[in-house]
Nanobody
Framework: QVQLVESGGGLVQAGGSLRLSCVLS????????MGWFRQAPGKEREFVAA????????DYADSVKGRFAISRDNAKNTVYLQMNSLKPEDTAVYSC??????????????WGQGTQVTVSS
C-alpha cells in the first residue's frame, strides 16, 4: 500500500518560516520524482516545487522562487519543503506527490492528504 504522509504545517506569522516533510512508504522512494502542490480555499491546486529522483534538478513556481527550497533524503524516504519569508498568500493546504522517474508524462502517480499552512498578517 502506497502512502504519502505530510507533516510540519501550522500557523505562522508573515515573515516566518516552516519546514514541511513528506514520507513515502510502499514504494522505492529513490525511483520517484517528487513535487509539492498547494490549494487555497476557492482556488485551483497549483504547483509549488519539484525535485528529481537524485536531487539533480529542481523547479519552482515563480511565486515561491527565492523563498522556498525543496530537498530530499532518499535514505529517509522523505522530501522537504523549507518555506521562508512566508506571506499571507501562501496560506493553503500543501500536498506532496510522487511521479515514477521512468515515465514521460508529467502526471503524478500518488498524492498525500495534505497539511494546512496558515500565514497570519
Amino acid at each position: 500500500q502506497v502512502q504519502l504522509v505530510e507533516s510540519g504545517g501550522g500557523l505562522v506569522q508573515a515573515g516566518g518560516s516552516l519546514r514541511l516533510s513528506c514520507v513515502l512508504s510502499g514504494r522505492t522512494f529513490s525511483t520517484y520524482n517528487m513535487g509539492w502542490f498547494r490549494q487555497a480555499p476557492g482556488k485551483e491546486r497549483e504547483f509549488v516545487a519539484a525535485i528529481s529522483w537524485n536531487s539533480g534538478s529542481t523547479d519552482y513556481a515563480d511565486s515561491v522562487k527565492g523563498r522556498f527550497a525543496i530537498s530530499r533524503d532518499n535514505a529517509k524516504n522523505t522530501v522537504y519543503l523549507q518555506m521562508n519569508s512566508l506571506k499571507p498568500e501562501d496560506t493553503a493546504v500543501y500536498s506532496c506527490a510522487a511521479r515514477w522517474r521512468g515515465k514521460s508524462s508529467l502526471n503524478y502517480d500518488y498524492w498525500g492528504q495534505g497539511t494546512q499552512v496558515t500565514v497570519s498578517s
